[in-house]
Protein backbone atom coordinates (compact mmCIF):
# COMPACT_ATOMS: atom_id res chain seq x y z
CA UNK A 1 0.00 0.00 0.00
CA UNK A 2 2.13 2.81 0.99
CA UNK A 3 5.05 1.49 -1.64
CA UNK A 4 1.97 2.68 -4.20
CA UNK A 5 1.98 5.73 -2.57
CA UNK A 6 5.36 6.62 -2.95
CA UNK A 7 5.10 5.28 -6.81
CA UNK A 8 1.89 7.57 -7.47
CA UNK A 9 3.83 10.62 -5.68
CA UNK A 10 6.84 10.52 -8.16
CA UNK A 11 4.58 9.94 -11.15
CA UNK A 12 2.69 13.48 -9.78
CA UNK A 13 5.67 15.42 -9.48
CA UNK A 14 7.02 13.74 -12.87
CA UNK A 15 3.81 14.89 -14.46
CA UNK A 16 4.39 18.75 -12.96
CA UNK A 17 8.02 18.89 -13.92
CA UNK A 18 6.97 17.87 -17.62
CA UNK A 19 4.06 20.69 -17.43
CA UNK A 20 6.60 23.35 -16.75
CA UNK A 21 8.92 21.94 -19.18
CA UNK A 22 6.70 22.15 -21.96
CA UNK A 23 5.74 25.56 -20.86
CA UNK A 24 9.84 26.25 -21.08
CA UNK A 25 9.20 25.45 -24.98
CA UNK A 26 6.84 27.28 -25.87
CA UNK A 27 7.93 30.78 -24.88
CA UNK A 28 10.91 32.58 -26.13
CA UNK A 29 14.00 32.85 -23.88
CA UNK A 30 13.37 36.53 -22.78
CA UNK A 31 10.07 36.04 -21.78
CA UNK A 32 11.39 33.76 -19.18
CA UNK A 33 12.47 36.94 -17.48
CA UNK A 34 9.07 39.18 -17.66
CA UNK A 35 7.67 40.34 -14.90
CA UNK A 36 4.11 41.99 -14.81
CA UNK A 37 4.92 44.51 -12.34
CA UNK A 38 7.50 44.75 -9.53
CA UNK A 39 5.01 42.69 -7.28
CA UNK A 40 5.07 39.83 -9.65
CA UNK A 41 7.60 36.78 -10.21
CA UNK A 42 8.91 35.75 -13.59
CA UNK A 43 9.14 32.70 -14.74
CA UNK A 44 12.77 32.40 -14.06
CA UNK A 45 12.27 33.82 -10.35
CA UNK A 46 9.54 30.99 -9.90
CA UNK A 47 11.70 28.28 -11.01
CA UNK A 48 14.92 30.03 -8.43
CA UNK A 49 12.57 29.66 -5.61
CA UNK A 50 11.48 26.72 -6.79
CA UNK A 51 15.12 24.86 -7.30
CA UNK A 52 16.39 26.37 -3.84
CA UNK A 53 13.09 25.07 -1.80
CA UNK A 54 13.78 21.17 -3.32
CA UNK A 55 17.69 21.55 -2.15
CA UNK A 56 16.88 23.23 0.92
CA UNK A 57 14.03 20.53 1.81
CA UNK A 58 15.04 17.41 0.23
CA UNK A 59 18.57 17.60 1.13
CA UNK A 60 19.50 15.15 4.09
CA UNK A 61 15.84 15.09 4.33
CA UNK A 62 15.52 12.37 7.20
CA UNK A 63 18.45 13.49 9.10
CA UNK A 64 18.11 17.62 8.70
CA UNK A 65 15.91 20.27 9.41
CA UNK A 66 13.89 21.00 6.14
CA UNK A 67 14.60 24.41 6.09
CA UNK A 68 19.00 25.22 5.65
CA UNK A 69 21.21 27.21 7.26
CA UNK A 70 22.85 27.70 4.14
CA UNK A 71 19.15 28.53 2.00
CA UNK A 72 19.07 32.29 1.04
CA UNK A 73 14.90 32.25 0.44
CA UNK A 74 14.66 36.13 -0.09
CA UNK A 75 16.97 35.75 -2.65
CA UNK A 76 15.02 33.54 -4.21
CA UNK A 77 12.97 36.50 -5.38
CA UNK A 78 15.27 38.49 -7.47
CA UNK A 79 15.17 38.20 -10.92
CA UNK A 80 19.16 38.10 -11.82
CA UNK A 81 19.08 34.55 -13.70
CA UNK A 82 20.47 35.09 -16.86
CA UNK A 83 19.85 32.87 -19.30
CA UNK A 84 17.83 29.57 -20.44
CA UNK A 85 20.61 27.59 -19.46
CA UNK A 86 21.19 28.59 -16.05
CA UNK A 87 16.86 28.50 -15.17
CA UNK A 88 17.59 24.95 -16.71
CA UNK A 89 20.86 23.76 -14.74
CA UNK A 90 18.60 25.00 -11.39
CA UNK A 91 15.50 23.17 -12.10
CA UNK A 92 17.46 20.03 -12.62
CA UNK A 93 19.75 20.52 -9.93
CA UNK A 94 16.37 20.89 -7.81
CA UNK A 95 14.00 18.16 -9.32
CA UNK A 96 17.06 16.01 -9.42
CA UNK A 97 17.63 15.78 -5.67
CA UNK A 98 13.91 15.66 -4.82
CA UNK A 99 13.16 12.69 -7.08
CA UNK A 100 16.71 10.95 -5.83
CA UNK A 101 15.40 11.24 -2.16
CA UNK A 102 11.63 10.22 -2.69
CA UNK A 103 13.03 6.69 -4.83
CA UNK A 104 15.24 6.25 -2.15
CA UNK A 105 12.85 6.11 0.82
CA UNK A 106 11.13 2.90 1.75
CA UNK A 107 7.96 2.37 2.82
CA UNK A 108 9.12 2.30 6.92
CA UNK A 109 10.37 5.64 6.24
CA UNK A 110 6.83 7.51 5.72
CA UNK A 111 5.79 7.48 9.35
CA UNK A 112 9.28 8.74 10.47
CA UNK A 113 8.78 12.16 12.07
CA UNK A 114 11.16 15.04 10.18
CA UNK A 115 11.50 19.01 10.74
CA UNK A 116 10.91 22.05 8.67
CA UNK A 117 11.59 24.91 10.61
CA UNK A 118 11.19 22.89 13.69
CA UNK A 119 7.43 21.81 13.50
CA UNK A 120 7.26 18.10 12.97
CA UNK A 121 6.09 16.54 10.32
CA UNK A 122 5.49 12.36 9.09
CA UNK A 123 7.54 12.05 5.95
CA UNK A 124 4.22 11.47 4.16
CA UNK A 125 2.74 14.59 5.29
CA UNK A 126 6.20 16.58 4.41
CA UNK A 127 5.81 15.16 1.06
CA UNK A 128 2.31 15.78 0.76
CA UNK A 129 3.05 19.56 1.57
CA UNK A 130 5.51 19.27 -1.28
CA UNK A 131 2.91 17.81 -4.00
CA UNK A 132 0.71 20.62 -2.62
CA UNK A 133 3.72 23.76 -2.91
CA UNK A 134 5.42 22.66 -5.92
CA UNK A 135 2.22 22.31 -8.71
CA UNK A 136 1.21 25.47 -7.06
CA UNK A 137 4.24 27.25 -8.50
CA UNK A 138 3.96 25.64 -12.02
CA UNK A 139 0.85 26.35 -12.24
CA UNK A 140 1.92 29.97 -12.02
CA UNK A 141 4.35 29.32 -14.40
CA UNK A 142 2.13 27.74 -16.95
CA UNK A 143 -0.52 30.61 -16.58
CA UNK A 144 2.38 33.22 -17.58
CA UNK A 145 3.62 31.09 -20.57
CA UNK A 146 0.35 30.52 -21.96
CA UNK A 147 -0.52 34.26 -21.83
CA UNK A 148 2.71 35.08 -23.30
CA UNK A 149 2.75 32.37 -26.16
CA UNK A 150 2.05 33.57 -29.45
CA UNK A 151 0.45 30.06 -30.27
CA UNK A 152 0.02 27.83 -27.53
CA UNK A 153 -0.39 24.78 -27.44
CA UNK A 154 -2.48 22.85 -24.82
CA UNK A 155 -1.16 20.37 -21.88
CA UNK A 156 -4.41 18.90 -21.03
CA UNK A 157 -7.34 18.44 -23.10
CA UNK A 158 -7.62 21.35 -25.52
CA UNK A 159 -11.03 23.71 -25.50
CA UNK A 160 -13.59 21.82 -27.33
CA UNK A 161 -12.09 18.53 -27.03
CA UNK A 162 -13.42 16.92 -24.16
CA UNK A 163 -16.43 15.11 -25.61
CA UNK A 164 -14.04 13.21 -28.15
CA UNK A 165 -11.34 12.57 -25.27
CA UNK A 166 -14.06 10.95 -22.87
CA UNK A 167 -15.40 8.97 -25.57
CA UNK A 168 -11.84 7.43 -26.15
CA UNK A 169 -11.54 6.79 -22.22
CA UNK A 170 -15.11 5.73 -22.02
CA UNK A 171 -14.30 3.31 -24.95
CA UNK A 172 -11.89 1.18 -22.93
CA UNK A 173 -12.33 -1.46 -20.79
CA UNK A 174 -12.27 -0.82 -16.85
CA UNK A 175 -8.50 -0.98 -15.48
CA UNK A 176 -6.46 0.35 -12.93
CA UNK A 177 -3.87 2.73 -13.65
CA UNK A 178 -2.41 6.13 -13.04
CA UNK A 179 -3.63 9.38 -14.85
CA UNK A 180 -0.10 10.17 -15.86
CA UNK A 181 0.36 7.13 -17.72
CA UNK A 182 -0.47 8.12 -20.59
CA UNK A 183 1.57 11.68 -20.50
CA UNK A 184 5.16 10.31 -18.95
CA UNK A 185 7.08 7.80 -20.65
CA UNK A 186 8.87 5.15 -18.46
CA UNK A 187 12.12 5.20 -20.74
CA UNK A 188 12.45 8.90 -19.31
CA UNK A 189 11.36 7.52 -15.91
CA UNK A 190 15.05 7.14 -13.76
CA UNK A 191 13.58 7.18 -11.05
CA UNK A 192 11.20 4.82 -10.62
CA UNK A 193 11.03 2.17 -8.35
CA UNK A 194 10.48 -0.01 -10.75
CA UNK A 195 13.67 0.03 -12.55
Known amino acids: MKKDYLDSVIKQFLYYK ?36 MLSRW ?28 ILRLWEEGWKVMLETLSSLSDEDLDQIIYIRNQGHTV ?3 INR ?10 QIVYIGKTLASNW ?11 EFNANKFAQDKHMGHFTDEFLDPADDKTSKNT
Do not use: C
Not at 24 to 35: A, M, N, V
Not at 61 to 83: A, C, I, M, Y
Open 18 to 53: MLGEKTFDQIPEEQLFLQHNPDSNSIATIVKHLAGN
Open 130 to 139: QLAHYPYHIG
Open 124 to 126: MEA
Open 59 to 86: TDFLTTDGEKSWRNRDGEFENDLGSKAE
Open 153 to 163: QSLSIPKGNSA
